[in-house]
């Protein structure tokens, strides 16, 4: 595993972007879901073939407007246009299940046509502009990446327990 600073070449999007696409499936784990960042992949993501969301429960505040780094985003006003996009991403091509509490760090897994760990990353971000590396986050965020498809693997097998462990629940996406 290699660590990621999280800035300039060593952003979280930069590891993710090459294993969105087409065929391709996305697991997440994340404590908060930005449409700022949401924005920043929705070309990618809405090639994927299924992507699998891991979310806190139902209480927890998402942060759906970023933080104080997206006040440049919330500005161009496309708020309300996003939030239909990504809510159609998620009625069309995610499977959704909620944590029993808080997510306390973020975690994704990428993997091929074949459902084979290819990337994985694991750590203190979100699914945020900050927490992609897009705009400046917190310094002392720890956050590490795969760098062989062994350790993607590993840290698969992670995801697919939590995941067995929660179930589905077909109001969780029409309550998001």
């Known amino acids: 595993m290699k660590l ?40 990618e993501v809405s090639k994927l073939d299924q992507a699998r969301l891991l979310l806190p429960s139902d209480e927890t505040d998402l942060a759906f407007l970023g933080s104080a780094a997206d006040r440049g985003s919330r500005n161009r006003l496309q708020a309300r246009w996003l939030a239909k996009r990504c809510a159609s991403w998620l009625q069309g091509k995610v499977e959704l299940r909620r944590a029993h509490g808080s997510v306390p760090q973020g975690a994704i897994v990428l993997r091929d046509h074949d459902g084979r760990p290819q990337q994985a990353v694991l750590g203190a971000f979100a699914l945020s502009t900050e927490g992609l590396g897009i705009t400046p986050g917190n310094p002392l965020s720890l956050i590490q ?32």
């Not at 990621?4 to 404590?31: F, K, S």
């Open 4 to 43: 990621l600073r999280n800035t300039g070449a060593e952003r979280v999007i930069d590891l993710v972007r090459p294993w969105v696409g087409p065929g391709n499936q996305l697991d997440i784990v994340t404590p908060a879901l930005s449409l700022f960042a949401f924005a920043e992949v929705l070309g």
């Open 145 to 176: 990446a795969s760098e062989t498809t062994e350790e993607s693997a590993l840290l698969s097998q992670w995801f697919d327990a939590q995941w067995a462990g929660l179930q589905t629940n077909p109001g969780n996406k029409a309550a998001l």
